[in-house]
């Protein structure tokens, strides 16, 4: 069974950054492919970024390209997530999650974390 604990998250001024971690462990998560989604209140879940584990290979969510950069230690099965010039509007509660395919759709991940609290004041 995998488990996805996150961590990083805070209270950050508009422009800021933080630095989000999620480490897996259990299973093979060699071989899967990571995302991290967000969730504002009264939102739908949505995808943020995305990273085969072992490949390299990455996906952004448009408003988020330029800005946030995922990247993973393969030794340490984690899968960060460095978010600059942060806005108001990337407020959220951010989820680690795994997929055992290269998708973007939440319905395709089959392991989450619990989350952590990302709020950026004005």
């Known amino acids: 069974q995998v488990q996805l604990v996150e961590s990083g998250g805070g209270l950050v001024q508009a422009g800021g950054s933080l630095r989000l971690s999620c480490v897996a462990s259990g299973g093979t998560v060699g071989t899967n492919y990571m995302g991290w989604f967000r969730q504002a209140p009264g939102k739908e879940r949505e995808f943020v970024a995305g990273i085969t584990f072992s490949g390299g290979s990455i996906d952004y969510k448009d408003s988020v390209k330029g800005r946030f950069t995922i990247s993973r230690v393969r030794a340490k099965n984690t899968v960060n997530l460095q978010m600059n010039s942060l806005r108001p509007e990337d407020t959220a509660r951010y989820y680690c999650?795994?997929?055992?395919?290269?998708?973007?759709?939440?319905?395709?991940?089959?392991?989450w974390g619990q989350g952590t609290q990302v709020t950026v004041a004005s």
């Open positions: 999650a795994r997929s055992s395919s290269w998708s973007t759709n939440r319905i395709d991940y089959d392991h």
